[in-house]
């Protein structure tokens, strides 16, 4: 069993920062990857239909989401199964609870519990 623990998210205005990171702790065995997804609170839709962000592999490849690529950047620490989302520039439209999401070598799927993200002038 893998467990996520996410923190950083918060309140911010246009244009400021936030820093996300997602502690995974379990049987979790390479090749794996990380990524963040995000969804607005309160719409409704299965974890499924999250909006993809962001992923790494344990190898170091990332992929983003177009509306963010320049703006946020992932990493992982190997050593503690950790990744981070570094958010800068914030859009209002950035605006989402967002997920933690690990996929095993097994290719099962395990998912944070979410943390707010409000950009807010």
């Known amino acids: 069993q893998v467990q996520l623990v996410e923190s950083g998210g918060g309140l911010v205005h246009p244009g400021g920062s936030l820093r996300l990171s997602c502690a995974a702790s379990?049987?979790?065995?390479?090749?794996?990857?990380m990524a963040w997804y995000r969804q607005l609170a309160g719409d409704g839709r299965d974890f499924v239909e999250r909006?993809?962000?962001?992923?790494?592999?344990?190898?170091?490849?990332?992929n983003y989401v177009d509306s963010v690529k320049g703006r946020f950047t992932i990493s992982i620490d190997k050593a503690r199964n950790t990744a981070s989302l570094q958010m800068n520039n914030l859009k209002p439209e950035d605006s989402a609870v967002y997920y933690c999401?690990?996929?095993?070598?097994?290719?099962?799927?395990?998912w944070g519990q979410g943390t707010q993200v409000t950009v807010s002038s």
């Open positions: 379990g049987s979790i065995f390479s090749p794996y990857g």
């Open positions: 909006d993809f962000v962001a992923h790494i592999t344990d190898s170091g490849d990332t």
């Open positions: 999401n690990l996929q095993n070598h097994d290719d099962k799927d395990y």
